[in-house]
């Protein structure tokens, strides 16, 4: 089973840009079927699915954030990255990456001045 790790800043502010990188272990990120996702929690709301790219680097995005997002990968590292910008207190949430039925533990994220 493969083992996911997000990293990132735990603050950011409004306007600015947020990168996340989620580390891959046992199991390659261009293994057949492989499609690899950000997904984010706001306090005390649900599940919003934001982006993913696939074992071959097919990228799609969440509509409501598509002018605002970017995924990418490095197959060399074995990473995923999501970058968001001009963020606003309401992106403040847990973000998560999850591929191959397993997710990372989670890295809180604040947007706030």
């Known amino acids: 089973q493969v083992q996911l790790q997000e990293s990132g800043p735990g603050l950011v502010k409004p306007t600015q840009t947020l990168s996340l990188t989620c580390t891959v272990s046992?199991?390659?990120?261009?293994?057949?079927?492989?499609?690899w996702s950000w997904v984010r929690q706001p306090p005390g709301k649900g599940l919003e699915w934001m982006g993913r790219?696939?074992?071959?680097?097919?990228?799609s995005y969440s509509p409501a954030l598509k002018s605002r997002i970017a995924v990418s990968r490095d197959t060399t590292k074995n990473q995923f990255t999501l970058r968001l910008n001009d963020l606003t207190p309401a992106d403040t949430a847990t973000y998560y990456c999850?591929?191959?039925?397993?997710w990372g533990q989670g890295t809180q994220v604040t947007v706030s001045s």
């Open positions: 046992g199991g390659s990120i261009t293994s057949n079927g492989g499609y």
């Open positions: 999850t591929g191959l039925g397993s």
């Open positions: 790219v696939d074992y071959v680097g097919r990228i």
